[in-house]
C-alpha cells in the first residue's frame, strides 16, 4: 500500500469516526465511556495522519 493510500485510509476512518462519535452522543443509551474510548481513537488516528503527512 502506497503512503497517499494509507493516509486516505486515515482519513476516511477519521471522518467515519466523528460520524460514530456525533451519533453515540446523541444516543441516550450510549455510555459515556465508550465515546470517551471513540474520541481516543480518532485523536490516535489524527496523531497518525499528522506523523506521516510530513
Same mark, same amino acid.
Given at each position: 500500500?502506497?503512503?497517499?493510500?494509507? /493516509? #486516505?485510509?486515515?482519513?476516511? =476512518?477519521?471522518?467515519? +469516526?466523528?460520524?460514530?462519535? *456525533?451519533?453515540?452522543?446523541?444516543?441516550?443509551?450510549?455510555?459515556? /465511556? #465508550?465515546?470517551?474510548?471513540? =474520541?481516543?481513537?480518532? +485523536?490516535?488516528?489524527?496523531? *497518525?495522519?499528522?506523523?506521516?503527512?510530513?
Amino acid at each position: 500500500m502506497s503512503l497517499n493510500a494509507h /493516509l #486516505e485510509t486515515l482519513k476516511k =476512518k477519521h471522518t467515519d +469516526m466523528s460520524e460514530a462519535i *456525533e451519533q453515540a452522543q446523541r444516543a441516550p443509551s450510549m455510555d459515556g /465511556l #465508550e465515546v470517551v474510548d471513540m =474520541k481516543k481513537q480518532k +485523536m490516535r488516528l489524527k496523531e *497518525e495522519i499528522t506523523r506521516l503527512s510530513v
